[in-house]
């Protein structure tokens, strides 16, 4: 009888724990159904029997937290060849510009193609037993972030090689409507920055493939969104947030990447999380007095010394109305205003600080310590060119 009373307590307990685990992942709150889901509920046939190379990570789950990856790999009538993984590699746990290294999948038996190792883009050699080239990675929003560039360079490969590119969409987490920041100029192409685009785009990847694409010509299948609008932000569509890199373990750290991010060589620096931002030298007090005298729009800065750093933590006010990269370029003229550092040159190569702002005439407004009313002028007619263009792309209202 005891033993009875145990298993019937046993189940008990086992089916509440299965219905909240259950009301976890079906939760009521998302708002949208990813590409990734809706590809297996309604556009299966398009992956039936084909051989597939997935470029994926860690952060390609649908809303249940179902990997991609193991669905294909688990389905008796998908055939999955290969895996193709960014920077950061598979797992998402290797270092910004750090190595990756191909490998042998454990479980699934099969190749893991490095596309941040001794090549950027996949080989005829990774493409030969494939017909279908399958995108699913969360992006952050910003240019120079590298999974972005790792689709545009697979797109070419796979146009080069008679394949087709299925992207499975995703949200922007900074929405469609923040388009911001100088435009790319075609002389300062690089990987990060692998075509013609402002810092902040406000594009999702298959927003993104499809203005790709102009230039590119491959066979591309975009598979949309259901639920998705154009003035959604992360937090609106519901999603839980998987850390896309190390340094990007939530969405306040998307948002602001831009804005703490922009410096390299100059000796302005970010810190956690790109959620501060300082250098040696710094007055932190008198350099938050400047930022906020700028009066940003969706920002305050708050003085926040640490150790030999001066700096600020930025505490957004608005997400809607916070302006990352005109943001990050006030941050970089305030501090050299402040301190009159050097912007990084070279006459035989570009710079990672002319390529990340992917011209060279920001870093010499800075230097001429220009209002920051002119840097934003500097950029506005591209910018403006920009956002007119991408209008023919555009997926969601």
Known sequence: MKKIIKLITFIGI??????????????????IKLGNEILFERHFDLIKGKRIGLITNHTGLNSRFQSTAELLANNHQTNLVALFASE??????????????????????????????????????????????????????ARTYTYISTLNYCMWAAKDNGKTVLVLDRPNPLGGLIVDGPVSEEDFRSFIGV??????HGMTVGELARYFNRRIGVRLIVIPMD??????????????????????????????????????GTGIRQGDYF???????????????????????????????NGEFGGV???ITNMRAFQPAYTGLCIL????????????????????FNKIMGTALI???????????????????????????????????
């Open 88 to 141: 950061h590699g598979l797992d998402g746990k290797a270092k910004a510009g750090e190595y990756v290294e191909s490998y042998l999948h454990d479980q699934y038996k099969i190749p893991v193609y490095s596309l941040y190792g001794p090549t950027r883009k996949p080989t005829p050699k990774m493409l030969e037993n494939i017909d279908l080239l399958l995108y699913d990675i969360q992006d952050i929003g």
């Open 275 to 305: 959620k501060w931002v300082g250098g040696k030298g710094i007055n932190s007090r008198i350099f938050a007095q400047e930022l906020n005298r700028i009066g940003l729009p969706g920002v305050q800065f708050v003085p926040e010394t």
């Open 14 to 31: 086992f089916i509440i724990l299965v219905n909240i685990l259950s009301s976890y992942i079906y939760d009521e709150n998302i708002k």
């Open 195 to 200: 075509d013609i685009l402002p810092m902040a």
């Open 363 to 397: 870093g010499r407004l800075i230097e001429n310590d220009v209002s920051y009313q002119d840097l934003k002028k500097a950029y506005w007619e591209p910018l403006e060119n920009f956002k007119k263009e991408r209008e023919k792309y555009l997926i969601y209202q």
């Open 227 to 264: 639920g998705y609008t154009r003035d959604m932000m992360f937090p609106d569509t519901g999603l839980y947030w998987i850390p896309t890199s190390p340094m990007i373990p939530d969405f306040l750290s998307a948002l602001v990447y831009m804005a703490t991010g922009l410096g390299e």
């Open 313 to 315: 933590r930025l505490f």
């Open 333 to 352: 003229s305030c501090s050299h205003k402040l301190i009159s550092y050097s912007v990084p040159k070279n006459e035989n190569e570009l710079t990672m």
